[in-house]
């Protein structure tokens, strides 16, 4: 299969690709480098050193012999989408590409409108391409679980049954983002869920949860292969940063009492989910949605687990609670149905095994690149 990953530079993306060549599938990636920029700017950095995507797909070539192509190109700029998707003419697209941090589209209305205006636009590009090129290509659309918010109900994967007034109707279902950029994956999906039912478009939209961990199969051949890895208040993932404040001697930054609930996976299971929903596309016209998580934690349940694997490994680790920056409940009623991926096959990583401490032995090796001055929320809600 010909797979175009979009955010091919990204946590994500990269190791996504290479698991897809790896797994015999012809795979090009586009990106402009838009989230190494906002790092940057944060004044934080990978605490991986990573290569550019040019010298990656190099040495994957000399440790696999496979090929990934790289694009350069913003995802907002059409011209350039559309030249990508003539030249290499995808059967299915893995559309990572976007903003992905809340934090940072709650800094301030510049913030908030150019996550919107990226997200929601490159989006659409994305859309049209695949429409004006190959309308059977199959769009799998990176979401998130926080899209659903956290209400006092049972959360469905993507759609709910409504009886109102003696009628019954299957509608998506309802939708309380986080955050500006939740607001934008909202966006997103009812751009794609339109797309299907006016267009035809094939579509798995992927509400995943937070992603954590280092290594894939792939990343572990070479450390020139290694993905980026954030710990920053803006792109610094939950458990990966908690793991990095762990190896730096820095408290574990709870937010408020830590009874925020989510779903969460490893970085392996995305790969996997990816590959699943690619092999199993979805019909012309219609957009399945996937709830892309195995397990769900507290925040104070994970600080208690990277508090006892540093143990283990000789660190002293703090948990300190904290002011909460964002505007949500701390104690809350939280459970999302997830069951579509494992029919598919999905096999799940679970953190019990032994995943924590794995990361942290990981971590130790490049804990002297870790800003600290990076570490700490300066981002809030109000």
């Known amino acids: 299969m010909r797979v175009l990953v979009l955010g091919g530079d990204g946590y994500l993306g990269w190791p996504t690709a290479m698991s897809l060549s790896a797994h015999g599938h012809e795979v090009a ?26 010298q990656r797909a190099q040495v994957w070539k000399e440790v696999s012999g496979r090929t990934i192509d790289v694009h350069l190109i913003d995802l907002c700029d059409y011209d350039l989408v559309n030249r990508v998707f003539r030249e290499f003419q995808p059967q299915a697209v893995v559309h990572y590409g976007q903003i992905p941090s809340a934090p940072y589209s709650m800094k301030d209305r510049r913030h908030a409108v150019l996550t919107q205006m990226n997200n929601i636009e490159n989006n659409l590009n994305v859309i049209f391409a695949i429409l004006e090129n190959d309308p059977d290509c199959h769009l799998v659309k990176l979401g998130t679980m926080g899209e659903y918010g956290c209400p006092n109900i049972d959360i469905e994967e993507g759609f709910i049954e409504i009886e109102h007034r003696g009628r019954t109707d299957t509608l998506p279902f309802p939708k309380m983002p986080h955050s500006w950029y939740h607001a934008s994956k909202v966006a997103d999906s009812t751009n794609i869920h339109f797309a299907s039912r006016v267009y035809g478009l094939r579509a798995t939209d992927l509400n995943q949860g937070v992603v954590y961990g280092v290594h894939t199969d792939e990343t572990l051949l070479d450390d020139r292969l290694l993905t980026r890895f954030d710990y ?66 507290s925040i104070r349940e994970l600080a208690v687990e990277v508090q006892q694997a540093g143990k283990e490994l000789g660190l002293e680790v703090e948990i300190r609670e904290i002011e909460n920056p964002r505007s949500e409940a701390q104690e809350h009623y ?11 096959g999905l096999q799940p990583t679970l953190l019990s095994e032994d995943l924590v401490t794995a990361t942290l032995s990981t971590l130790l090796t490049y804990r002297d690149r870790a800003i600290h001055d990076a570490i700490a929320p300066r981002t809030t809600w109000r």
């Open 29 to 54: 990636v586009a990106d402009n480098y838009l989230r190494r920029q906002m790092v940057t700017e944060s004044g934080s950095d990978s605490l991986t050193p990573i290569l550019n995507l040019s």
């Open 232 to 297: 920053d208040e803006q792109f610094g993932t939950a458990l990966n940063r908690f793991c990095l404040q762990a190896v730096v001697g820095h408290p574990l930054t709870v937010y408020g009492t830590g009874g925020q609930t989510r779903g969460f996976l490893n970085i392996r299971d995305t790969l996997a989910c990816v590959e699943l929903a690619l092999l199993n596309p979805a019909d012309a016209g219609e957009m399945r949605v996937y709830n892309q998580f195995t397990e769900s934690f």
């Open 334 to 344: 939280y459970n999302p149905t997830h069951t579509k991926l494992l029919d598919l």
